[in-house]
Nanobody, 124 residues
Framework: QVQLVESGGGVVQAGGSLRLSCAAS????????MAWFRQAPGKEREFVAH????????YYADSVKGRFTISRDNAKNTVYLLMNSLKPEDTAVYSC?????????????????WGQGTQVTVSS
């Protein structure tokens, strides 16, 4: 079992930045690939970013590429999402997720563990 707790959400003006954190406890953190997803009101949950177990490979949704950066610190059992140049359409609940295995995937069904989410609101 892996327990995930997100933090760092809040209200920010368009063009601003936020850094989300996801702290993991339980099994060995470095054994899991990690991802961030988001869900806006009335919309399905969507993939945002993925990082492999070592942190050497990252993938991003086209909508955030060049603005968001995912990273991890395995010594601190934490994954981060740095969000720059935020837009109102980035407003959503952001959740981190963990999965075993090495395959990159954007499908929510492939992630076994989820945090409770943190709200990000971008005002125009």
């Amino acid at each position: 079992q892996v327990q995930l707790v997100e933090s760092g959400g809040g209200v920010v003006q368009a063009g601003g930045s936020l850094r989300l954190s996801c702290a993991a406890s339980g099994r060995t953190f470095s054994a899991y690939a990690m991802a961030w997803f988001r869900q806006a009101p009335g919309k399905e949950r969507e993939f945002v970013a993925h990082i492999n177990r070592s942190g050497g490979s990252t993938y991003y949704a086209d909508s955030v590429k060049g603005r968001f950066t995912i990273s991890r610190d395995n010594a601190k059992n934490t994954v981060y999402l740095l969000m720059n140049s935020l837009k109102p359409e980035d407003t959503a609940v952001y959740s981190c997720a963990a999965r075993g295995g090495t395959r990159y995937t954007t499908a929510t069904r492939d992630y076994a563990y989820w945090g409770q989410g943190t709200q990000v609101t971008v005002s125009s």
